[in-house]
Every structure is written in structure tokens, then in C-alpha cells.
């Protein structure tokens, strides 16, 4: 494994990496982020047998999960077999490393005994014209890419887009213009599940799993996951899907979000991405409190401006009932919104 810190030019080898963390006068030309990675590395090179993650926050109070270096090692073959990636590949770690989608490419990099390219989150376009054979990116910096540097996705053999929701209409953009050839995925997974356990190409509305496990829901149609990724015992998910077959399912969203509005069940995940095709302007559905259906779709705007949208298409139990903007929404660390922080300010 070789690791590369695009902005120092900097290029590190299995052996240097203890001895680097070390050596104080070379530390102190590193970020604290790379600093990370570094030790990730090492941990990594020197077995290390259990690592800890901080889950994103975006749907409950973030915590630590805890997970062994063969979950990790585990997850990582299963991505590399089913992109058919060849040992000595090149990955680009361009995500925050301390959350399990950023610290799994380090994983890969380490299996694969490739190269790992390291660039900060926030200098996506400073990319040049080099060739990975895998990459890991936030809807955010493919939205940046995608308007500013669009023919840098073709350096690109795969590309997964994990850390939130895809924004629809900017999907449909990137998987109607036949001038992008590389191959891009939507990914579903968890820190639980050490990243995704399944992906879709962008343009389709199903994922399909990979690797070695077992999906099924429960009776509330939650999503529920077995495999060696799981140590072989079942966990259960808070996410509503339609499960299509042993393979395939629709993701519905979230049930901890799931409003009930006069007996009616609501996702707010399906009015977001119905809206959104129709605005630019950040968006939340959420409820609040009422006399007769119980709980009413409430529609939350950032910033000041009101715009029109076309609810036709939705079940008149779907439609807000009610809209208000917010100066600015409450988000994570990693650029989700917190929605539930988010709530608790229409609540007050």
C-alpha cells in the first residue's frame, strides 16, 4: 500500500509509516485529518483488531460503532471482487476519513496493496486528469465536479456517491448525457454494515446487494441484513424499503421519520425527492401537531423565497398542509441536515 498526499507530493510506503508518525518534524506538515489516515494505516499494517467510527448524526445522536479489522477487511474484498478492481489499482480518498465511507477506501487501498491518493474534501476541484480505478464521493462534490470540471468524471472507473441522498434532478442530469462514460453508483449501508452493502446506477430506482449476505424485511417492511459483514446475525435497519427479490429493493425512506397523517402513511423521503426536481432551494418535510389528522405534512424552506410547486402527483394526504421557511437548517459534520435537530427549531 502506498499512500499519497496529493498536496504535499508526498508518497509513503509500508515501511515509512510508523516511523513518519514518529518523526516530529515531518508530523507537523501534516493535517490533523491526514494524521488519521496515517494511523488508520499503521493500525492496519500492525493488526490491529478492532476500530471505532463516529455515525454521522443525521438520524439519531451520533455515536461510536465499533468494528473488527475482519468486518473491515471483509467489506473491502466484497467491493473489490464486485467492481472486478486488479491488486496495484489507484483509489482516491477525497471524503472525510473519519467516517466509515472515507475510512473504507483506505481499507481498499490496503487489500488491494494499491495506491491511496489523498485530496481535503473541500479541494475537489483541484483534481488533475489522473485515472482511479475507484473513487468514493458526497452528492456535493459530485454536483461541484459535475458543473465545473465535468470531463474530470471520466477519469474516473467507478465512482460511489454515498453520505446522503442523491439531489433527483441533478441524478437525471449526470445519467441522461451520454458525455459521462464512467461508471457512477448510488450506494446504501451504514457504519453497522462497514459502508454499502448494495448500490444502483444512477438513473435507476433499485439496489442491488453484494457480496455474500441475506436481505428481508420485517413487518413493517424495515430492511433487515445478514452476513459475514454482520457476523452472521441479523441486524436490523430503521429503513422502509420495497423489497423487489432476494437480490433487489426499493428504498422508501426512514421509519423514525414516517409521519402518520389521519391513518395515512407518509414518507417524507418520497415528497423530498418529488420536490426537489422542481427547485434548487434546500427543502424538508417534516409534521407537526394537529387536532384531526393527528400529525400534518409540514414543508420547510431555507431561506426566504416561497416558490410553486406542482403537488399533483401526490396523495392529497401527502400534500403539506402548511409551509414555512427557516433561515438556515441545522446540519452535521458531514453536511447532512440534521433533521431532527432541524424540527425541534419549527417545534419552539
Known amino acids: 500500500m502506498r499512500i499519497h498526499f496529493k498536496r504535499l507530493s508526498l508518497i509513503l510506503h509500508k515501511d515509512d509509516f510508523r516511523s513518519f508518525l514518529t518523526h516530529s518534524s515531518s508530523r507537523t506538515s501534516l493535517t490533523l485529518e491526514e494524521l488519521w489516515i496515517l494511523k488508520m494505516a499503521t493500525d492496519l499494517q500492525e493488526g490491529l483488531t478492532d476500530f471505532s467510527f463516529q455515525t454521522s448524526g443525521s438520524t439519531g445522536a451520533p455515536k461510536k460503532i465499533t468494528l473488527s479489522k475482519d468486518q473491515l477487511i471483509q467489506s473491502a474484498k466484497t467491493t473489490l471482487s464486485y467492481f472486478s478492481i486488479k491488486p496495484d489499482a489507484r483509489f482516491l480518498l477525497c471524503i472525510h476519513p473519519q467516517f466509515i465511507g472515507g475510512a473504507m477506501q483506505i481499507v481498499r487501498a490496503y487489500v488491494n496493496q494499491g495506491q491511496l491518493d489523498v485530496l481535503a474534501p473541500e479541494r475537489i476541484l483541484d483534481l488533475d486528469h489522473t485515472l482511479y480505478d475507484l ?19 471520466n477519469d474516473f472507473n467507478h465512482l460511489l456517491i454515498g453520505g446522503a441522498t442523491m439531489d433527483p434532478k441533478l441524478e437525471q442530469k449526470i445519467a441522461s448525457d451520454t458525455s459521462v462514460i464512467t461508471k457512477i453508483y448510488a450506494t446504501y449501508g451504514m457504519t453497522e454494515t462497514a459502508s454499502h452493502i448494495a448500490v444502483r446506477r444512477l438513473g435507476s430506482h433499485f439496489f442491488k446487494r453484494i457480496g455474500q449476505l441475506m436481505i428481508s424485511i420485517n413487518d413493517s417492511s424495515c430492511l433487515k441484513i445478514r452476513g459475514l459483514i454482520t457476523k452472521n446475525q441479523w441486524l436490523q435497519t430503521q429503513d422502509i424499503v420495497e423489497l ?57 424552506l431555507e431561506g426566504a423565497l416561497m416558490p410553486t410547486f406542482d403537488y399533483t402527483t401526490l396523495h392529497p394526504y401527502e400534500k403539506p398542509k402548511k409551509r414555512l421557511n427557516l433561515k438556515k437548517f441545522i446540519y452535521t459534520k458531514n453536511g447532512k441536515i440534521d433533521r431532527k435537530a432541524t424540527q425541534k427549531l419549527i417545534e419552539k
Open 135 to 153: 473513487v468514493s464521493m458526497v452528492p456535493l462534490q459530485l454536483n461541484k465536479l459535475y458543473k465545473d470540471l465535468k470531463s474530470h468524471l
Open 244 to 300: 423487489i427479490d432476494e437480490n433487489t429493493f426499493k428504498w422508501l425512506g426512514r421509519q423514525d421519520f414516517m409521519i402518520n397523517s389521519g391513518g395515512f402513511k407518509v414518507h417524507p423521503e418520497k415528497i423530498e425527492h418529488h420536490l426537489k426536481k422542481q427547485t434548487d432551494q434546500p427543502l424538508m418535510i417534516t409534521s407537526l401537531p394537529d387536532e384531526v389528522l393527528g400529525q400534518k405534512v409540514v414543508l420547510l
